[in-house]
């Protein structure tokens, strides 16, 4: 089971990039997947997650109309487009993925994770 992101970088506030997240070892179908960030001197934090079920989404307050999480289970693929991005947005970024059929998705408690891609925003 190996999850692989992507499409960070450097990027001037108010900027926008794509993350990717494709999955191999398991059928992408019957799992949840979140993207969590962690800044440096931070602690981890949950970002946003998409249902297997449905694929609602759900975000962190912060991001809220500047993120948004789509899958495409033929591709193996989740994505994480980031529009109007900030400074305080620099982290790295991981996505996980749990299996979890259904049309809610955790906050927390993943058991699959991938290695991580650095966004640096600067202002």
């Known amino acids: 089971v190996q999850l692989q992101a992507s499409g960070g970088g450097l990027v001037q506030s108010g900027g926008s990039l794509r993350l990717s997240c494709e999955v191999s070892?398991?059928?992408?179908?019957?799992?949840?997947i979140g993207w969590f960030r962690q800044a440096p001197g931070k602690e981890r934090e949950w970002v946003s997650c998409?249902?297997?079920?449905?694929?609602?989404?759900y975000y962190r307050d912060s991001v809220k109309g500047r993120f948004t999480i789509s899958r495409v289970n033929a591709k193996n693929t989740v994505y994480l487009q980031m529009n109007s991005l900030k400074p305080e947005d620099t982290a790295v970024y991981y996505c996980?993925?749990?299996?979890?059929?259904?049309?809610?998705?955790?906050?927390?408690?993943?058991?699959?994770w991938g290695q991580g891609t650095l966004v640096t925003v600067s202002s």
């Open positions: 996980a993925a749990d299996f979890v059929m259904a049309s809610i998705c955790p906050y927390e408690s993943y058991e699959y």
């Open positions: 998409i249902s297997s079920i449905d694929s609602n989404t």
């Open positions: 070892g398991f059928t992408l179908d019957y799992y949840a």
